[in-house]
């Protein structure tokens, strides 16, 4: 028989059913409703007493570590440009974060171009204001991640601190995640009152585009898959911050404060990658 103080429940990638993560006995195991994450409801699982390096390590695919951003110091590295077209907004870094300030429609965000090879970029966030963004505006302002390619951009951003609630850009449509967000029976957890670093990814291969939101790391909610023709090329750069519903920013600053924190950016991928 297997020994419950080894045994785990892996869950292992499948495209277009479920992502991987990796539980232990005991653990709450969330299941998501049909179209919540691709079209599954519920989760494949496997038990095994084998040694599973804990998400978000186990990512789509067989994909290698790239590079890291942990923000160390007092400001970004030389690879960083800040773009600050609204009044009155702020970037720094500080306590091993990157701090972006603003009212809620105004943008600043810092943009760096991907290492060679990357399929998938990730981070975390922490909301420090309370301000909500309507289900049905553009988001312009919400702090997130973009990740842009030659002909467009596609942005995670949050639109709720107390709901866990996110949504997609793409400069053309935009989607909000279910009224709920991340929690299920919509009841606001003692943690994300109080504030909780959310992990976002944007992440693609010959198919699609998807963009993921996550409470913990482990267990990942597709917010939006987008068809890769849409975009031409290779992407060629990440963004963090407040930005318009087209990834960039603009002039307005209306509205209460809307700040954040950003931390521990990855970059994963293929280092053998080649262009061509």
């Not at 006995?25 to 919540?36: H, K, L, R, T, V």
């Not at 699609?208 to 996550?214: F, L, W």
């Not at 992407?235 to 600053?253: Q, Y």
């Amino acid at each position: 028989g297997l020994d419950p103080a080894k045994s785990h429940l892996v869950a292992y990638h499948i495209p277009g059913f479920q992502h991987a993560a990796l539980f232990s006995p005991g653990d709450a195991i969330p299941i998501p409703s049909a179209g919540e994450a691709h079209s599954r409801a519920g989760w494949l699982l496997v038990i095994d007493e084998s040694t599973h390096q804990v998400p978000p390590e186990i990512t789509p695919g067989k994909l290698e570590f790239l590079e890291e951003e942990l923000f160390v110091g007092d400001r970004l590295g030389s690879e960083w440009e800040v773009y600050q077209p609204s009044p009155y907004t702020r970037l720094e870094v500080v306590n091993e974060a990157m701090g972006v300030y603003g009212r809620k429609l105004s943008s600043v965000f810092a943009q760096r171009s991907l290492p060679p090879g990357t399929s998938l970029v990730q981070c975390q966030m922490l909301p420090l204001s309370d301000c909500e963004f309507g289900y049905y505006n553009c988001s312009c302002g919400a702090p997130g991640m973009a990740v842009v390619w030659p002909n467009g951009a596609v942005r995670i951003s949050l639109r709720s601190k107390t709901k866990g609630r996110f949504g997609v850009d793409d400069g053309i449509f935009y989607l909000i995640q279910d009224p709920n967000g991340l929690h299920p029976n919509g009841v606001p957890s003692t943690k994300r009152e109080n504030g909780v670093w959310y992990y976002m990814r944007i992440w693609w291969d010959d198919k699609h585009v998807y963009a993921e939101a996550s409470e913990d790391g482990r267990t990942w909610t597709t917010i939006r898959a987008l068809p890769r023709g849409q975009f031409a090329g290779e992407p060629i750069s990440v963004r963090l911050g407040k930005m318009n519903r087209f990834s960039e920013g603009d002039s307005r600053s209306s509205g209460e404060p809307c700040n954040a924190l950003f931390r521990d950016l990855r970059f994963l991928g293929k280092s053998s990658y080649d262009p061509g």
